[in-house]
């Protein structure tokens, strides 16, 4: 059975046609229903990541973006792909990631609906 998904717009059509959301290889943090998320950028496509490093929490949306498209923890500097959430400096954590669509009106970030009894 597919998981239900609860789509939640991020950026308006006028912000994606201007260029307003991010710029080229950087990442920022977005709230959306009361979740953190790391939002990034790497030619240019989008990309979402749980906000909390794997390793002591660090925020990874307040890190960078390097030149091969991971995210690098402002805390320790451990490495994760925007695509895949991997982390890539080899220490063998991942990080969460969230699918995202691009619509008429906008961009869109998927969230699980969680069942009443998993908190
Ligand atoms: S908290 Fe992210 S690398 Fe340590």
Redesign the pocket.
Known sequence: MAEKMNWQRIATRYELDHDLVLEEQTVKVVEVEDQLVCLGKFKGNYYALRNK??????Y?GEGQCDFEGNVI??????RYSLATGKNTSGEGYYAKTYPLETRQDGLYIGLKVKSWWKF
Do not use: K, Q, T
Request: proline content about 8%.
């Open positions: 490093c794997m390793h002591a929490g660090g990874l923890c402002p805390f320790h500097r451990y």
